[in-house]
């Protein structure tokens, strides 16, 4: 008996998680894409990259963190992963620029890819988000640079944190 009443309030916790999520899905829904919803949920190339090529870390002005660390094969980002502090806004953002730099050059992701790509690719964001699509491109910009200052000067490689 006491068994069955503890699975029955196991259940109904469940429901109302379960509901809860629901009743957040639908209020994201109201402000943001199915595109924003799916990174949300499921975030692209959330990792640390262990000795990678390029690394950036850049705070934004709202004061929240971004890491960037690539790899280059071919002269092409083949890998790209990310880590923030941020919001969940911040989360998407990175998992989409993440994805945006994979096969990317040097010069297409230093010309081409901003914001307003990211933007695009989500569908937009309400304007208190905007900059956090800045500060995930302008990571990924910074981690490029750093992938290039150790070409020319490979010791530097010894001396990152
Ligand atoms: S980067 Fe600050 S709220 Fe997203």
């Not at 999520?21 to 640390?48: A, M």
């Not at 040097?106 to 309400?126: R, T, Y």
């Not at 304007?127 to 490029?144: F, I, M, S, Y």
């Amino acid at each position: 008996m006491k068994k069955e009443k503890t699975l029955n309030k196991n259940e109904d916790i469940n429901k109302f998680a379960d509901n809860l999520q629901e009743q957040i899905i639908e209020q994201l829904r109201k402000e943001y894409s199915e595109v924003v919803i799916d990174h949300w949920q499921n975030p692209r190339n959330f990792k640390k990259i262990k000795d990678p090529d390029g690394y950036a870390k850049v705070t934004g002005p709202c004061g929240d963190t971004m890491e960037m660390f690539i790899n280059i094969q071919d002269e092409k980002i083949s890998e790209c992963g990310f880590q923030t502090d941020g919001c969940g806004t911040t989360i998407v953002c990175g998992s989409v620029t993440s994805e945006i730099a994979l096969n990317k050059t040097f010069m297409q992701v230093i010309a081409d890819v901003n914001a307003e790509d990211v933007l695009k690719h989500l569908g937009g964001l309400p304007p208190d988000n905007v900059h956090c699509a800045q500060l995930a491109t302008e990571t990924l910009k910074r981690a490029l640079l750093d992938y290039r200052s150790k070409q020319k000067a490979p010791w530097k490689k010894h001396y990152r944190k």
